[in-house]
């Protein structure tokens, strides 16, 4: 079955920095808008951050000015800058297609925690 993977995450203070990526299959890298979502104890999944094959990008309002989400062609990997961390940014985090893109099995995920 088709699977992105997820890496990057860890343990960071408030105000610190993460990178994640996402390591795409290729024939869905190159036609497919990918997404990176989160999923807080207790909370639904939510999509965070999508980027197209063109490079554009879309982001919720909660992350806007602090989460770039880019896209590595030369690897096909999917990452997600993350700045300014806050508390409520702690989830894991997932990437999978996004907005009208077909969605894959979801992977595992990797955990980011903020806490000081």
């Known amino acids: 079955q088709v699977q992105l993977v997820e890496s990057g995450g860890g343990l960071v203070q408030p105000g610190g920095s993460l990178n994640l990526s996402c390591a795409v299959p290729?024939?869905?890298?190159?036609?497919?808008?990918i997404g990176w979502y989160r999923q807080a104890p207790g909370k639904n999944r939510e999509v965070v951050a999508s980027?197209?094959?063109?490079?554009?990008?879309n982001y919720v309002d909660s992350v806007k000015g602090r989460f770039t989400i880019s896209r590595d062609n030369a690897k096909n990997t999917v990452n997600l800058q993350m700045n300014n961390l806050k508390p409520e940014d702690t989830a894991v985090y997932y990437c999978?297609?996004?907005?009208?893109?077909?969605?894959?099995?979801w992977g595992q995920g990797t955990q980011v925690i903020i806490s000081s």
């Open positions: 980027i197209t094959t063109h490079g554009t990008t």
């Open positions: 999978n297609g996004a907005r009208y893109s077909p969605r894959y099995s």
């Open positions: 290729g024939s869905i890298f190159s036609t497919n808008i």
